[in-house]
């Protein structure tokens, strides 16, 4: 039973039970069309409450149902149905009302919410738009410009700004069905307000369309459902009721089998996996309620923030004191530049801050309960921390290492508890980034693992498990992503060309001005190393420009110029002539945006599938993640491994021998040429 109806004298209440979050499944949407007809032939009943068991509200569609054929009774109908029923139905919110949930509360004549709900209509961020009258009734109620915003943004709102909004009609205290069977004996006397759909459209002032339709193709960018959910809310605006349904029907079908929309399920699916990966189902992760975190500098101090937002006490431990002081400096920064954008309040920061205490004496950590290292690069330094730590820390204490490069398993030589330790690297700057790579040693036991995983559900990152290498599964494709970006630049491209055609297919931002923002300095330390192991890393031009200084933005130039005080980069005579004498010798092309991406992207999709392969990632998808989440991968592609997927891997195998054939990339690695006869990635590990 997905619908159960009790009678409270005059009141039914309609309870929703579909676990765990009350998705509107096919058998849902008929439950609800069979409540209306029943209640509406029962003459005892003055009015209905709408409420959900469980967590939550109707959170949303079903997701099981995407991408399959629909089936009736469609969402619209089942809206109408409420909407135009003898009965004054009441939704009564708790926890999300989101996507169709809050579409089915638009088709009831009143709305009521606890303080904690949320409401939304967050499709755009499935690459389609509301499809059950959300883009229609919306606007209707609290006027286009909210409306533009929620509907745009696809973000959520809370009760109480739902209620300024006129979104809901009561913000309700205490017990919700109480509540809420007061409310609806209360409006069962009233009449009630007209149905939203025979509501006009507030008028707009002129050019509101034309500056929301440029606001939003600035945020946008080249995703398309932000600008066709705002057509449809003019439309709305612009028509009757039932023309405005039908082309907003017509949109959310032709976007629904778009390729973003497809992309943006594929991450949509990816990140809910990712949280809980199958093979640490039923292991139970330890209980985290301190933390600790050694090294207070670009990264330490932003996982101390990150650790403090999640509400845990922190302990900074720096070498000593003077340095202790300017990692909580560098802590209380962060804060007040979230203070400074409005994301928190100045009360908020100076309790997080309260939170954290800074020292330099280990014996702080004798009740921690997770100690994450994030010093210096360096394998004796780490080292010699965790001799530390294994000597003050509780036997049972979680340890960890931020490391980039190094080898978790030889930085966890030596600790007393090695099935303990595992590397958790974070992405700078830690505080914001959402990817978490969580890198087990062979040592690390499976509940210390899934202590890895709960924990960023904790922090609100999404977490990817990668294998032991250099570079593990991001930093490893990103080495191939800049020798491929000098590749193109010593055969005809310009760092401007190349940064260009970057942008175009989606990136924030091209792979020569990324260098100059995070300086060339760490990579030329990295592939130092990989000289002295004898590998033979491609950077003729970097190491060039390292060779003279030319750090990035830091040292004022880099792979551009930059003026004093100026981000913006210049193109830079010293790096062309550079760039000119490596190029001696070197096939020249001539290259076109599209010839760029290419060149660029699906060597990083070989090597990904080398990292497949070797099993340093487990699924093609978590991949993906790692580039969305961590170096700013277009969610709306999908990520590299879908990208590749969707445009052919027979295609991509046949670009990357061209490649090769020219001396441009490696030839395709063999277990590409696998996944490409079977068109798909996920054949490997069959
Ligand atoms: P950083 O130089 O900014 O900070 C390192 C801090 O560690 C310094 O404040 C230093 O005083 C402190 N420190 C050094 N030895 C110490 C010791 N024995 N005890 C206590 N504190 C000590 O470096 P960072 O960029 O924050 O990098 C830290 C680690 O994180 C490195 O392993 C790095 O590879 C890794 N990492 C860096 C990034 C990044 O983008 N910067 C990203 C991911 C991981």
Same mark, same amino acid.
């Given at each position: 039973m997905t619908v159960t109806i009790v009678r409270e004298d005059a009141i039914a209440v309609v309870t929703v039970e @579909?676990? =765990?979050? @009350?998705? +509107? $499944?096919q058998a849902l949407r008929q439950a609800l069309v069979d409540a209306v007809a029943e209640l509406d032939a029962? !003459? !005892?009943?003055k009015a209905v409450v709408l409420i959900c068991a469980?967590?939550? /509200?109707?959170?949303? !569609?079903?997701? $099981?149902?995407?991408?399959?054929p629909p089936q009736p009774p469609h969402l619209p109908d089942v809206v109408a149905s409420i909407e135009s029923a003898k009965k004054p139905w009441v939704a009564a919110i708790h926890g999300s009302a989101l996507g169709g949930g809050l579409e089915v509360a638009l088709g009831c004549a009143w709305r009521v919410a606890v303080p904690s709900a949320s409401l939304g209509l967050p499709e755009v961020k499935l690459g389609i738009i509301p499809g059950a009258g959300g883009t229609v009734r919306l606007p209707r109620l609290i006027g286009p410009a909210a409306a533009v915003d929620l509907v745009t943004s696809g973000s959520p709102l809370g009760a109480k700004k739902a209620r300024e909004l006129g979104l809901v009609d009561a913000v309700l205290e205490g017990d919700l069905r109480t509540g809420a069977i007061a409310f609806a004996t209360e409006v069962a006397e009233k009449s009630s307000p007209? =149905? *939203? $759909?025979?509501r006009v459209v507030p008028a707009v002032g002129a050019g509101f369309w034309e500056n929301a339709e440029k606001a939003v193709a600035a945020k946008a960018k080249?995703?398309?459902a932000p600008l066709r959910a705002l057509a449809a809310l003019r439309k709305a605006s612009e028509t009757d009721f039932a023309s405005a349904m039908e082309f907003e029907r017509e949109t959310f079908l032709e976007l629904r089998g778009s390729a973003q929309a497809a992309a943006l399920r594929h991450v949509f699916f990816a990140e809910r996996a990712a949280l809980r990966p199958p093979e640490l189902a039923g292991i139970t992760p330890r209980d985290i309620r301190s933390a600790a975190v050694i090294g207070g500098g670009t990264m330490g101090a932003g996982i101390a923030a990150a650790l403090r937002d999640a509400g845990l006490p922190v302990v900074l431990i720096e070498r000593d004191k003077v340095v202790v002081e300017r990692g909580l400096a560098n802590v209380r920064a962060i804060y007040q530049g979230s203070v400074k954008r409005g994301r928190i309040t100045q009360s908020v920061a100076d309790e997080r801050m309260a939170g954290i205490i800074g020292g330099d004496?280990?014996? #702080? +950590?004798?009740?921690?309960?997770l100690v994450i290292e994030a010093v210096f690069e360096d394998l004796a330094v780490k080292r010699a921390v965790f001799e530390k730590l294994s000597s003050v820390c509780r036997p049972d204490a979680v340890l960890a290492t931020n490391t980039s490069y190094l080898d978790p398993g030889a930085i966890s030589?030596?600790? $007393? &508890? =090695?099935? #303990?330790f595992l590397g958790l690297h974070f992405f700078s700057p830690a505080q914001f980034m959402k990817l978490l790579e969580i890198v087990p040693t062979k040592r690390t036991a499976p509940e210390v693992l899934a202590t890895g995983f709960a924990l960023a559900r904790l922090l609100g990152k999404v977490p990817v498990r990668a294998g032991i290498?250099?570079? /593990? *599964?991001g930093n490893r494709i990103l080495k191939v992503t800049r020798a491929q970006a000098e590749r193109v630049l010593l055969s005809g491209a310009t760092p401007s060309t190349v940064d260009a055609a970057m942008r175009a297919f989606g +990136?924030?931002?091209?792979p020569f001005e990324a260098q100059d923002l995070g300086g060339l300095d760490i990579a030329a330390f990295q592939r130092k190393a990989a000289r002295e192991r004898c590998e033979a890393p491609f950077a003729p031009v970097a190491d060039r420009l390292c060779a003279i200084e030319r750090f990035g933005q830091k040292t004022g130039g880099g792979w551009y110029d930059y003026q004093p005080g100026d981000r913006a980069p210049k193109p830079s005579e010293t790096v062309a002539k550079i760039i000119a004498e490596e190029a001696v010798g070197r096939p020249q092309r001539v290259w076109d945006d599209a010839a760029i991406a290419d060149a660029i992207l699906l060597p990083m999709v070989n090597e990904a599938t080398c990292i497949l392969e070797e099993r340093v990632a487990l699924r093609a998808a978590d991949i993906d993640l790692v580039k969305i &989440?961590?170096?700013?991968? =277009?969610?709306w592609r999908g990520g590299p491994m879908h990208y590749a997927e969707a445009r052919g891997l027979t295609e991509v195998v046949a670009v990357l021998e061209g490649l090769a054939a020219d001396g441009l990339a490696e030839p395709p690695c063999e277990a590409l040429r696998r996944a490409a006869q079977a068109g798909r990635f996920s054949a490997l590990a069959e």
């Open positions: @579909n676990p =765990p979050v @009350n998705a +509107l $499944s029962d !003459a !005892a009943v469980g967590r939550t /509200f109707i959170a949303g !569609a079903d997701v $099981s149902e995407f991408g399959k007209p =149905p *939203i $759909s025979d080249r995703e398309v004496d280990y014996g #702080l +950590l004798g009740d921690t309960d030589e030596g600790v $007393s &508890h =090695p099935e #303990l290498c250099d570079g /593990f *599964i +990136l924030p931002m091209g &989440h961590g170096y700013g991968f =277009p969610r």
